[in-house]
C-alpha cells in the first residue's frame, strides 16, 4: 500500500535529512518551498540532490509516517481476532505480544515526533516495529497444537515484508534489510517449528522468496519514480523561478525609460493615475512638476548626440537621488522634459521643492557655452501645480496647468521656476484658439493629410503609405500634430477628424490604387467611441476599398487591461480585415501587456531607439526588442531612417518594413500621384 508521498530513491540511507534550515512544504505538496527555491540557482551534483531531497521529506514524512503506523498497528492488533479463530490454545500469548509491540512502538514513534528529530528516525522506528512485530507473534505462536491450520496461517507473515516494502516510505535499502530480516526469521522458525511436509516446506520458501523478490522489485521502482518526481518538481521550480525572474525583467524595462533609467511615461501615466485616484477618493493632494532642459538642441547640435545623452543621464541621476529621500518620483515625459511627482502640499512646500529641482541641476556645473543668455552650464525650467479645490475633475487638468507654468518659466528667460497662477496671462490657455480651429477645420478646408512612404527594405519596393494629418489656423499658420491632436482629443473633436482621415486615405490613394496599403492613426478616445467600427465598416462600403488595404496605428497609451470596450473595437476591425499596428513601441506609449493581450499585425518600433543603437548598449536594446516582437511572431516597422547607415543597420537586423525621411519624408497626394507605385519606389530607396 502507498501513501503517495513523492520521495526520491536514494540508496543511501545514512544521509543527514534533519537539516531543518529547509523547510519541507506541507503534506500533499509535491513542490519545494521559498527557502529551497534559492538553491536552485545552483548546478548541484548528484550528492547533493540526494541531500537537498532529504531535507524535501521534512517534517511532512514524519508526519505520514507516524499515521501510517498508528494505522498499521490497529490493522496488527484486529489480526488477534484471527488468532483467537485459528490458533486459539497460545491466542493469549499472540494477542498479549501483539499489544505490546503496539504500545511500545507507538511510545517510540511519539518520543520522536516530540524531540522533532530527523525522518531517518522515524523510518527507522517503522523498520524495527516491522521486525519485532513479526518476530513477537511468530514466537508464541510455533507453540500451537493445531498445525494444519499454523501452517496455512504461517503464509500471513508475507505481510509483514510488504508492509515494509510498500506500505511505509522506507528507502530502498531499508526496506529491502527489514523484508529480508523477516524472511530470515522466517527460514530459522522452520528449524524449531512443528514438523512441516518436504513438499509443504518447499512451498513456504518459494513463497516467502517470491514475495520477497517481488516486494523489493516494486519497492525499487517506487523509490525510483519518487526520486524522478522530485527532480520534475525541482525542474519545474527552477523554471518558474526563472520565469519570474524573466518577468520581472520585462516588467522593469517596460516601466523604465531605455536612457536614463528613471519611470517611463507609461509608468509616470500610472503613477499619475494613483495619485489623482488618492485625491479624488481620500483628499490626498499631490504636485506636479514638469522638468525640461534649457536650449537642450543647442546643446546636443554643438556636442553631439552622445554627450547629449550623457547630461540626460546625468540631470535624470540627480534628480532622482535628490528626490528620494523626500518620497518624490521623477520620471522621464518626453525627450529632454522629465517629470516629478511629489505628496508635498501647499504653495511654498511645492515652490521649496522645485527650486530645490532647478538648484540640483544647476549644481551639476555641466558645460553647456552654446547658450547666449549669459549661463555657461545646464540649466532646468521648471513649470509646477498642486492639487487645489478648483483643479478640475481631470486629471488632464493638472497636467495643463504644469505645462502652461513650465510655458511661463521659458518666457521669463528660463532657469526659473513658475507656479502654476489662473490669474497670470502668461499662462493663459491659448488651446482654446486651436480648439475653435478644429471645430471648423474640415468645414474650411483647414486640414490635409500628407503621405509617408513604408518601404520593404529586402525588396526595395513601397509597401504603403503612413497617412499624416496637418492643420492650418485661419491665417494660413500651419500647426504641428503635437500641438492640435491633444487639444482634439481633449474637446472630442479628434473623433470627426479621425473619420474624415479615414475616408480620406480611401478615396485619395487607395480607392484610386495608388498604393496597396494606407496606415491612419487612431487614439484611444476613438477606440472607445461607441459605432467606430461601424462607422469605419461603412467608410469602406462608400468607398469600394477593402479593410485588408487599411491599417490603424494605435498611438495613445491606453491601458488595455480591464478595457473590454477598447479590446472589443479592435476585434470588430480586425474582423473587417484592417490590419492593427502597434505604434510607438518601447517609449511608454505602448506597454509589453498589449502583446499579451491582442494580437498585432506589425509593431512600429520608436526611432529613439534607432537613433540610440549608435552606441553598444542602444543597439543590445534594439536587437533585444526585435527579439522580443519576433518570439510573438509580429512583423516589424522601425521608423526614423535618416541615413544611409540606419538602412544598413536595417539590412543587418534583417528588418523587413523601415519608414523615415532618408527613404521619403511625408508629401501631399499631389506628389503621390506622380510618384505612384512603382515608381514611387525607385525614388525613395536612393
Not at 107 to 112: R, T
Not at 387 to 405: C, S, V, Y
Not at 526 to 532: D, E
Not at 596 to 619: C, E, M
Amino acid at each position: 500500500m502507498d501513501r503517495g508521498n513523492d520521495e526520491p530513491d536514494l540508496a543511501e540511507s545514512n544521509v543527514p535529512s534533519s537539516s531543518r534550515g529547509i523547510g519541507a512544504p506541507p503534506a500533499g505538496n509535491h513542490g519545494l518551498t521559498v527557502e529551497q527555491g534559492t538553491l536552485l540557482t545552483e548546478t548541484l551534483s548528484p550528492a547533493a540532490l540526494k541531500r537537498l531531497y532529504m531535507r524535501y521529506r521534512g517534517t511532512a514524512q514524519i508526519r505520514e509516517t507516524r499515521h501510517g503506523l498508528w494505522l498499521a498497528l490497529v490493522v496488527y492488533l484486529l489480526f488477534g481476532i484471527a488468532d483467537a479463530m485459528l490458533i486459539p490454545d497460545v491466542a493469549v500469548g499472540t494477542i498479549t505480544a501483539r499489544f505490546s509491540v503496539a504500545i511500545t512502538s507507538l511510545i517510540a514513534m511519539e518520543v520522536v515526533v516530540a524531540a522533532n528529530a530527523s525522518s531517518k528516525w522515524s523510518d527507522l522506528t517503522c523498520a524495527v516495529t516491522v521486525v519485532a512485530a513479526y518476530l513477537a507473534w511468530l514466537l508464541p505462536a510455533m507453540k500451537t497444537e493445531v498445525l494444519e491450520t499454523f501452517r496455512f496461517y504461517m503464509y500471513f507473515g508475507t505481510i509483514f515484508m510488504m508492509s515494509a516494502n510498500l506500505f511505509f516510505n522506507l528507502f530502498f535499502r531499508l526496506s529491502v534489510a527489514t523484508s529480508a530480516a523477516i524472511m530470515l526469521i522466517f527460514f530459522t522458525s522452520l528449524a524449531y517449528a512443528p514438523t512441516i511436509g518436504s513438499d509443504q516446506l518447499m512451498v513456504h520458501v518459494l513463497f516467502y522468496f517470491s514475495c520477497f523478490t517481488f516486494t523489493s522489485y516494486v519497492n525499487w521502482k517506487l523509490n525510483r519514480e519518487r526520486y524522478n518526481v522530485f527532480l520534475n518538481a525541482r525542474e519545474a521550480a527552477q523554471q518558474h523561478e526563472e520565469s519570474e525572474k524573466r518577468g520581472a525583467a520585462l516588467e522593469r524595462l517596460s516601466n523604465t525609460d531605455y536612457l536614463t533609467g528613471v519611470d517611463n511615461r507609461r509608468a509616470v501615466d500610472k503613477r499619475l493615475r494613483d495619485h489623482w485616484s488618492n485625491w479624488q477618493n481620500e483628499g490626498t493632494s499631490f504636485a506636479v512638476m514638469l522638468v525640461d532642459v534649457d536650449f537642450f538642441k543647442k546643446y546636443n547640435d554643438f556636442y553631439g548626440h552622445q554627450a547629449g545623452d550623457r547630461c540626460l543621464v546625468m540631470v535624470a541621476s540627480a534628480l532622482s537621488d535628490m528626490l528620494k529621500p523626500l518620497n518624490a518620483t521623477v520620471g522621464r515625459y518626453g525627450g529632454e522634459e522629465f517629470i516629478v511627482l511629489s505628496r508635498v502640499t501647499g504653495r511654498e512646500q511645492v515652490t521649496a521643492l522645485a527650486e530645490v529641482i532647478r538648484a540640483t541641476v544647476e549644481d551639476l556645473a555641466l558645460v553647456h557655452d552654446q547658450r547666449r543668455d549669459g549661463q555657461a552650464v545646464v540649466t532646468v525650467s521648471v513649470g509646477a501645480a498642486y492639487t487645489r479645490a478648483q483643479t478640475g475633475p481631470k486629471l488632464e487638468r493638472i497636467i495643463n496647468e504644469a505645462d502652461r507654468a513650465l510655458y511661463s518659466a521659458k518666457a521669463n528667460g528660463r532657469n526659473c521656476v513658475r507656479l502654476f497662477d489662473p490669474n497670470d496671462p502668461l499662462s493663459s490657455d491659448d488651446n482654446e484658439n486651436i480648439a475653435a480651429t478644429l471645430r471648423m477645420a474640415i468645414r474650411n478646408d483647414l486640414v490635409h493629410l500628407v503621405y509617408q512612404p513604408i518601404q520593404n527594405m529586402r525588396t526595395g519596393r513601397v509597401e504603403g503609405v503612413e497617412s499624416l494629418m496637418r492643420l492650418k489656423m485661419i491665417d494660413g499658420t500651419p500647426l504641428s500634430p503635437g500641438q492640435f491632436i491633444p487639444v482634439a482629443e481633449r474637446t472630442g473633436a479628434i473623433l470627426e477628424l479621425g473619420l474624415w482621415a479615414i475616408r480620406r486615405a480611401c478615396t485619395e490613394v487607395l480607392a484610386p490604387g495608388l498604393v496597396p496599403l494606407a496606415s491612419v492613426n487612431v487614439s484611444a478616445i476613438q477606440l472607445k467611441s461607441r459605432g467606430f467600427a461601424l462607422a469605419v465598416s461603412t467608410i469602406l462600403e462608400e468607398t469600394g476599398v477593402s479593410g485588408s488595404q487599411l491599417a490603424f496605428e494605435i498611438t495613445e497609451g491606453i491601458d488595455m487591461e480591464g478595457q473590454s470596450d477598447v479590446i472589443r473595437c479592435i476585434t470588430d476591425l480586425q474582423a473587417l480585415g484592417i490590419r492593427i499596428w502597434l505604434d510607438d513601441f518601447g517609449t511608454g506609449f505602448a506597454g509589453l501587456s498589449w502583446l499579451r493581450l491582442f494580437p498585432f499585425d506589425t509593431v512600429k518600433i520608436d526611432r529613439s531607439f534607432l537613433q540610440d543603437a549608435r552606441r553598444p548598449a542602444g543597439r543590445a536594446m534594439l536587437e533585444d526588442i526585435i527579439r522580443l516582437i519576433r518570439n510573438r511572431g509580429l512583423k516589424i516597422l522601425i521608423e526614423g531612417l535618416e541615413t544611409a547607415d540606419h538602412v544598413d543597420l536595417m539590412h543587418e537586423l534583417g528588418i523587413e518594413l523601415g519608414q523615415g525621411y532618408y527613404l521619403g519624408r511625408p508629401v501631399p497626394i499631389e506628389e503621390v500621384r506622380i510618384k505612384a507605385v512603382p515608381r514611387l519606389a525607385t525614388v525613395v530607396s536612393l
